[in-house]
């Protein structure tokens, strides 16, 4: 049983910040590629950034520039920092962890979700 749990979400105003907190039951998770989704209503989810095993970064071009994903040093969790928040970035965020066990075993596994509201 895998634990992903996300925590660090509340209501901002626009232009406030947020950082987010990835983490797992085993850090063997947390040490591989973690992604960071959101959805909205009526939207369907969202990848907004990606952080691999080696500390590659990727994200969506609604957030690239605002939003860092980062891996502390003890790769115990994986955060998103939020900057320069915008109404449209309102959303549960989701923390997702991908990756293999061997080569015939892979894993997907997703957190529960933390609310993100921006107040206009």
């Known amino acids: 049983q895998v634990q992903l749990v996300e925590s660090g979400g509340g209501l901002v105003q626009t232009g406030g910040s947020l950082r987010l907190s990835c983490t797992a039951s085993?850090?063997?998770?947390?040490?591989?590629?973690i992604n960071w989704y959101r959805q909205a209503p009526k939207n369907e989810r969202e990848l907004v950034a990606t952080?691999?095993?080696?500390?590659?970064?990727d994200y969506s071009d609604s957030v690239k520039g605002r939003f860092t994903i980062f891996r502390d040093s003890a790769k115990t969790t994986v955060y998103l920092q939020m900057d320069s928040l915008q109404p449209e970035d309102t959303a549960v965020y989701y923390c997702?962890?991908?990756?293999?066990?061997?080569?015939?075993?892979?894993?997907?596994?997703w957190g529960q979700g933390t609310q993100v509201t921006v107040s206009s």
């Open positions: 997702n962890a991908v990756g293999t066990f061997s080569i015939e075993a892979q894993y997907n596994y």
């Open positions: 085993r850090t063997y998770f947390i040490k591989n590629t």
């Open positions: 952080i691999t095993g080696g500390g590659s970064t």
